[in-house]
């Protein structure tokens, strides 16, 4: 399982700590990740996704996952997510194609 943020793409960085007599030390920075079951309104069931603290704080700003994984980039969604996004524009269709 990799480290990298499912929804936003954020993953492992490297760089250096640096002490007080400048001496730099090879370090990981690691993202915050915690495994979260987010609710699809469209689709009416629980996802369960590993996502960044900070994803979860833009899924909510921006009014939900559903409207999240619509306005998300391809390039930074996983595997699962895309499928999920699938799903949820397809539903949508069906839903705008009924009203």
Do not use: W, Y
């Amino acid at each position: 399982m990799s480290r990298r943020c499912e929804l936003t793409g954020k993953a492992v960085q490297t760089g250096n700590l640096v002490s007080h007599s400048n001496h730099k030390t090879r370090t990981r920075f690691l993202p915050n990740l915690v495994n979260v079951s987010l609710i699809s309104d469209s689709l009416k069931r629980s996802v369960r996704l590993r996502v960044a603290a900070a994803a979860l704080r833009s899924v909510e700003h921006r009014g939900g996952l559903d409207a999240f994984l619509l306005k998300a980039r391809d390039a930074e969604l996983s595997a699962g997510a895309l499928k999920l996004k699938r799903e949820i524009a397809k539903k949508a269709a069906e839903v705008q194609a009924t009203a």
